[in-house]
Nanobody, 124 residues
Framework: VQLQASGGGLVQAGDSLSVSCVAS????????TGWFRQTPGKEREFVAA????????YSADSVKGRFTISRVNAKNTVYLQMSSLKPEDTAVYYC??????????????????WGQGTLVTVSS
């Protein structure tokens, strides 16, 4: 499975921004897909995840009510709609995917497929 993320950019605090990720290859094997983010010197942080089949979603407490994850299976695409952005949301956002596992959706080690990352910068 290959993941190609796009849509990052520079916005101001309070703005909205959407990033997307297109999956290719053996997409039929995808069980969960989602987003992590990382800033320099910090570990990768779970943002949101969505079940490829059921659409069940999980979000980090830090983004609940502001970020929405969705997917369009026919397009093999997952979206992260971000609103009310804050400077602390500045990070490289990575699209991820994994096959079936009993691991929790926010378990970074459970994701075997990673995109190249897209930078989101929120200025104050």
């Amino acid at each position: 499975v290959q993941l190609q993320a796009s849509g990052g950019g520079l916005v101001q605090a309070g703005d909205s921004l959407s990033v997307s990720c297109v999956a290719s290859g053996r997409t039929s094997s995808i069980y969960y897909t989602g987003w992590f983010r990382q800033t320099p010197g910090k570990e990768r942080e779970f943002v949101a995840a969505i079940s490829w089949s059921s659409g069940l979603t999980y979000s980090a407490d830090s983004v609940k009510g502001r970020f929405t994850i969705s997917r369009v299976n026919a397009k093999n695409t997952v979206y992260l709609q971000m609103s009310s952005l804050k400077p602390e949301d500045t990070a490289v956002y990575y699209c991820v995917a994994r096959r079936y596992t009993t691991a929790q959706a926010m378990d970074v080690m459970s994701y075997e497929y990673w995109g190249q990352g897209t930078l989101v910068t929120v200025s104050s």
